[in-house]
């Protein structure tokens, strides 16, 4: 019984990556990832320096604004090249 479940929840994962995939490897998938990185801070620094006392609240929560992004990007299969293609692409628009 335990094999069938370890089974069953290998296959449900197995179809939640490719549902990913499917969504996040369109080229509009581009854009929205783009707008995610921006929103995300991938391009700046989260951690508040104010704060003497170490992290605040408002690192915690860009922190975590940035590990979601992170996990969209490896649910999707995102290489290396690529997220550093999206990167310096957001970097550009940013800039424009």
Not at 28 to 38: C, F, G, H, T
Not at 57 to 78: E, H, P, Q, T
């Amino acid at each position: 019984m335990l094999n069938h479940e370890k089974k069953k929840k290998t296959l449900k994962t197995i179809r939640l990556i490719q549902a990913y995939k499917s969504v996040f490897m369109s080229e509009n998938a581009k854009i929205v990832l783009q707008d995610l990185a921006r929103k995300c801070h991938m391009l700046s620094a989260v951690t508040d320096v104010s704060n003497p006392n170490g992290f605040s609240a408002a690192s915690a929560f860009y922190d975590g604004k940035r590990a979601a992004f992170l996990d969209i990007l490896k649910m999707s299969a995102c290489d290396d090249q690529k997220l550093i293609a999206l990167l310096q692409e957001t970097e550009r628009n940013e800039n424009e």
